[in-house]
């Protein structure tokens, strides 16, 4: 008997919500936190579910007028650093609207808290599948 998927809650900010929207972000990177279970992202796995929805940047909290998209998980690879990420994964694939590998990294290092814990945990790249209606 198969184990069931599990669904992560994965909020974003607007631009990366529309750019996954419309086929362009094909990776999403999250920096794993060991220490919280639900953003522990290296214990995803393949078909698990990721439900996106938008964040303000200001404050962080949900904003409503984007409903829920969801994707299954095609792949989590782990990474020690954001630039590796970017490198083996596609800097594009990952971050469409950056022009180099260094204006993705700096797009990384914006998230808040993320640079805390590439630094304690690395990051992860994960595939975005196939999308659920």
Same mark, same amino acid.
């Given at each position: 008997? +198969?184990?069931? #998927?599990?669904? %992560?809650?994965?909020? $974003?900010?607007?631009? #990366? =919500?529309?750019?996954?929207?419309?086929?362009?972000?094909?990776?999403?990177? @999250?920096?794993?936190?060991?220490?919280? /279970? !639900? @953003?522990? =992202?290296?214990?995803?796995?393949?078909?698990?579910?990721?439900?996106? %929805?938008?964040?303000?940047?200001?404050? $962080?909290? @949900?904003?409503?007028?984007?409903?829920?998209?969801? =994707?299954?998980?095609?792949?989590?690879?782990?990474? /020690? *650093?954001?630039?590796?990420?970017?490198? &083996? !994964?596609?800097?594009?694939?990952?971050? /469409?609207?950056?022009? *180099? &590998?260094?204006? #993705?990294?700096? *797009?990384?290092? +914006?998230?808040? +808290?993320?640079?805390?814990?590439?630094?304690? =945990?690395?990051?992860? #790249?994960?595939?975005?599948?196939? @999308?659920?209606?």
């Amino acid at each position: 008997m +198969g184990t069931q #998927a599990k669904e %992560w809650n994965m909020p $974003l900010f607007q631009w #990366a =919500y529309v750019a996954i929207d419309e086929g362009k972000k094909l990776s999403e990177g @999250r920096a794993p936190d060991f220490t919280k /279970p !639900e @953003r522990d =992202y290296s214990a995803m796995k393949v078909d698990d579910i990721m439900r996106f %929805w938008v964040v303000s940047p200001s404050d $962080l909290s @949900r904003v409503e007028s984007f409903p829920d998209i969801k =994707y299954k998980v095609s792949f989590v690879h782990h990474y /020690p *650093t954001i630039k590796e990420m970017l490198y &083996i !994964e596609g800097f594009k694939k990952m971050i /469409p609207h950056a022009n *180099t &590998i260094d204006e #993705a990294v700096q *797009t990384y290092h +914006g998230f808040p +808290g993320v640079p805390e814990r590439v630094s304690k =945990y690395g990051i992860c #790249a994960i595939g975005l599948g196939e @999308r659920i209606i």
